[in-house]
T-cell receptor
């Protein structure tokens, strides 16, 4: 089915570990985004990508790494997880020029 | 950079009443203003949007108004129903900066039946 999928849906890990969140979209949208959602802060942009091999920082990029070797995939890596990165992470995609973002159902990440 | 403030943070209404959520933005260059609805355990979903060359837009029970001079925009939901209960987010963007959105902090809407 067409859409945007995130995996895993839930993840528990320990501080200092590396963890990668996956995002896959089937629309061939050029733009992809990673947000974190925390109570009282809404959705804050971590990184975004305008096309394959083009990525840029958002509002809260520290501690995160992204890559985009293929248009359909946009993984987010926490290289050394910290408790402050406990959050719900959303991936989104968008067709260039439309502004409309389509969101996945999120990954709830807990760092102990 | 752009900053979006959203009020109220929580809103409780009786079924059938109207609900209004307000947002202000700081960057006068912003020209695209979407509203998203987020249900429990799901990602946000676009419900309506407006561009800066339009003052008002309606879609059935939902309407959005934009005041560019005052830099604020509002979501109006009429004849509220229990299924309208959700978290609502406003956002702002300058489309020429790419498709990036800056979101407000969200409003929890509860419709009491």
């Amino acid at each position: 089915d067409a859409g945007i999928t995130q995996s895993p849906r839930y993840k528990i890990t320990e501080t200092g570990r590396q963890v990668t969140l996956m995002c896959h979209q089937t629309w061939s949208h050029s733009y992809m985004f990673w947000y974190r959602q925390d109570l009282g802060h809404g959705l804050r942009l971590i990184y975004y990508s305008a096309a394959a091999d083009i990525t840029d920082k958002g509002e809260v990029p520290d501690g995160y790494v992204v890559s985009r070797s293929k248009t359909e995939n946009f993984p987010l890596t926490l290289e050394s997880a910290t408790r402050s990165q406990t959050s719900v992470y959303f991936c989104a995609s968008s067709e260039a020029g439309t502004g409309v973002q389509h969101f996945g159902d999120g990954t709830r990440l807990s760092i102990l | 950079g752009e900053n979006v403030e959203q009020h109220p943070s929580t809103l409780s209404v009786q079924e059938g009443d109207s609900a209004v959520i307000k947002c202000t933005y700081s960057d006068s260059a912003s020209n695209y203003f979407p509203w998203y609805k987020q249900e429990l355990g799901k990602g946000p979903q676009l419900i309506i949007d407006i561009r800066s060359n339009v003052g008002e837009k309606k879609d059935q029970r939902i309407a959005v108004t934009l005041n560019k001079t005052a830099k604020h925009f509002s979501l109006h939901i009429t004849e509220t129903q229990p299924e309208d209960s959700a978290v609502y987010f406003c956002a702002a963007s300058f489309m020429e900066y790419g498709n990036k959105l800056v979101f407000g902090a969200g409003t929890i809407l509860r419709v009491k039946s």
